[in-house]
């Protein structure tokens, strides 16, 4: 694969929305900590350097050797980039008298330079640093200011190199998406190159060249990731691709069924395999959400390794692994905090000896879409809201029964069903329910119940790294909750869950 433009993490909370940019000018990138720089940049055309919480004048300063980029390649340096060349090539940093955070607007372009082309005067510009550039580097030259930032982009003469103070991957940045492309496609002259039908053609490609006349094997979930990962691995190897899709019981109401269903006419070799007993059997009286994790991800191994040893001579594991996993895994700092195990990180363990090929890692959630529309998956299909892999048991809080299990399952599909019925589903990144550890007092009729409460949960979102809470219309919470009280014994209270992520997450447990 071309790999057109490399961009070095600085810890930014932004960085992935600097590569989602990029992608979106179709254009190729990848990202690496700035500690993990790729030797040899032959394949690239450009750089950039990204954000960081840190301070160029502190101590704990991240330290980078651009020696083997600068003057060779194009240089884009964002926020603490531009503030790192600065600082260490001669110019000043220091604490800013006020903390430049939020909207701001170019009070001063220089005239007919080729990074502002098509941006317009007072364009709204997005600050978020508390240092501020006080003197240019060597050469430097200003390009840009705002009221209060004196030098918020610059030049450095000599070199393909230019910086900026604020961040222009970041919606609030309004001409941002013009600079990126100014300074990729006409500075850097970077080919857009990188669409779904070319990004179909060059997998298929490699992996014929990887796998060859191998069989593999892929755990199918129903999800958009692994479906899209099993017709890329179809296109390219036909009936050597054996699919599994394990019934763990935890699946929403008749799952199981419809996906099976769903990939009958697909031309996939798949085996259903209903494992929902054992499952719940070894799940009996855990509580603990990190338990039930390993549990379920234990079982998964060994359900899905017993089916894979009845198939002769498989080689290869696909995963439906996607970019964020992949990023997430190396961070600027070492692995990420833990907040919860991930069901489908690490792999398989060593006894099962097979190779791993994961041929969407380099996509982000919204480009397995299109790749999937591209391969001619339905859109019913890949506009499937995300569904966590140790499925029910973490929106059942406490221990898991079968009678919990299909209370939830019939709030979970009264839910999703209007949520369709009423045009709502696709304005949703991600919808469910969660059963609470919790009875209420309530009236039926003229009988007193002691009963579950149930939480709705609804999140907007592009790749589920923030979200917020969905203002689904108030009519619609009260046809929704009237349904549930009335059809699903059990339930006598229904809640909306209005938190966003951060400081929430999506799921509960």
């Not at 430049?100 to 170019?106: D, I, K, P, Q, T």
């Not at 500075?187 to 990004?199: D, L, R």
């Amino acid at each position: 694969m071309q790999h057109n433009v490399l961009i070095l993490d600085f810890g930014s909370q932004y960085t992935q929305l600097i590569a989602r940019r990029v992608r979106e000018l179709n254009i190729f990138c990848e990202i690496f900590p700035y500690n993990h720089c790729p030797t040899d940049l032959s394949s690239y055309k450009a750089v950039i350097l990204g954000g960081s919480p840190y301070s160029v004048r502190s101590e704990d300063a991240l330290h980078i050797d651009l020696s083997h980029i600068r003057g060779k390649l194009p240089i884009l340096a964002v926020c603490y980039g531009a503030q790192y060349l600065a600082h260490f090539s001669g110019g000043e940093v220091a604490a800013s008298n006020i903390r430049e955070y939020g909207r701001a607007n170019l009070s001063y372009i220089k005239e007919n330079e080729l990074f502002f082309e098509k941006v317009n005067f007072h364009s709204q510009v997005w600050m978020s640093h508390s240092d501020t550039i006080k003197h240019l580097p060597t050469n430097g030259v200003k390009l840009a200011s705002t009221n209060d930032v004196e030098n918020a982009a610059y030049k450095i003469e000599g070199e393909t190199t230019y910086a900026i103070q604020f961040h222009p991957e970041v919606y609030h940045s309004t001409d941002g998406k013009q600079m990126l492309e100014n300074f990729l496609v006409k500075i850097a002259q970077v080919e857009q190159s990188f669409t779904p039908n070319a990004f179909v053609d060059d997998c298929v490609k490699e992996l014929q060249e990887k796998v060859g006349n191998d069989k593999v094997v892929l755990g199918l979930s129903g999800g958009v990731d692994s479906t899209v990962a099993a017709v890329l691995l179809n296109k390219a190897i036909g009936k050597n691709l054996y699919c599994i899709f394990v019934n763990n019981g935890l699946l929403r109401k008749n799952e199981f069924e419809n996906v099976l269903h769903q990939y009958k006419d697909m031309g996939l070799n798949v085996k259903g395999v209903d494992a929902s007993e054992r499952f719940l059997a070894e799940l009996t009286d855990v509580e603990d959400p990190e338990t039930k994790r390993k549990i379920i991800g234990r079982v998964f191994v060994e359900v899905f390794d017993e089916e894979a040893h009845l198939l002769k001579d498989v080689s290869w594991l696909a995963q439906g692994t996607i970019y964020p996993d992949v990023i997430e895994s190396v961070s600027v700092k070492g692995p990420s905090a833990t907040i919860k195990s991930h069901h489908n990180v690490g792999g398989l363990p060593d006894f099962m000896k097979l190779k791993i090929v994961e041929p969407l890692r380099m996509l982000f959630k919204d480009e397995v879409r299109r790749v999937g529309a591209t391969l001619g998956i339905d859109a019913e299909l890949l506009g499937r809201h995300p569904f966590p892999g140790p499925g029910l048991s973490i929106r059942i809080l406490g221990a898991i029964t079968p009678e919990k299990v299909r209370i939830l399952q019939e709030v979970d599909d009264i839910f999703i069903k209007g949520l369709k019925e009423h045009g709502l589903y696709d304005k949703v990144w991600q919808a469910g329910a969660i059963l609470l550890p919790v009875n209420s007092v309530g009236v039926m009729g003229d009988e007193r119940t002691y009963e579950k409460v149930v939480a709705l949960r609804a999140v907007e979102s592009t790749d589920g790294m923030t979200a917020d809470w969905v203002h689904l219309p108030y009519d619609f919470l009260m046809k929704i909750s009237n349904e549930i009280i009335n059809k699903v014994k059990g339930v006598n209270r229904v809640v909306y869950d209005i938190s966003s992520k951060p400081p929430a997450t999506i799921e509960w447990e």
